[in-house]
């Protein structure tokens, strides 16, 4: 982000963040992902239960960690991308 007073902004919203670096690491701690996006861990943990309440994300205990699936064959929610799936939008960072 630039350091020079403009303001700074992102094509992705923290919760496309979130996905991305789900797709990358589905046994990430929430830790790693607030770190990887540059969030707090509380806001990582909000923006997890919105795509899991959404049914993007869904979690299995894996002992003490959890392992993430996400649901790449829904589509995005806004109106100018209901034609995009998760599964298109993630390839771009492939």
């Known amino acids: ?8 902004w992102t094509f992705l919203s923290n919760h496309g963040h979130v996905l991305v670096a ?15 996006v540059g969030i707090t861990e509380r806001t990582a943990q909000g923006i997890l239960r919105d795509l899991e309440d959404a049914g993007y994300v869904s979690k299995d205990k894996v002992g003490r960690r959890n392992l993430y699936r996400l649901h790449v064959d829904l589509h995005l929610r806004h109106p100018a991308e209901t034609e995009t799936s998760v599964r298109e939008l993630l390839a771009v960072f492939d």
Not at 1 to 7: A, E, K, L, Q, Y
Not at 22 to 36: F, G, N, Q, Y
């Open 1 to 8: 982000m630039p350091d020079d007073g403009t303001r700074a």
């Open 22 to 36: 789900l797709s990358r690491d589905p046994a990430a701690r929430i830790r790693d992902i607030a770190d990887t």
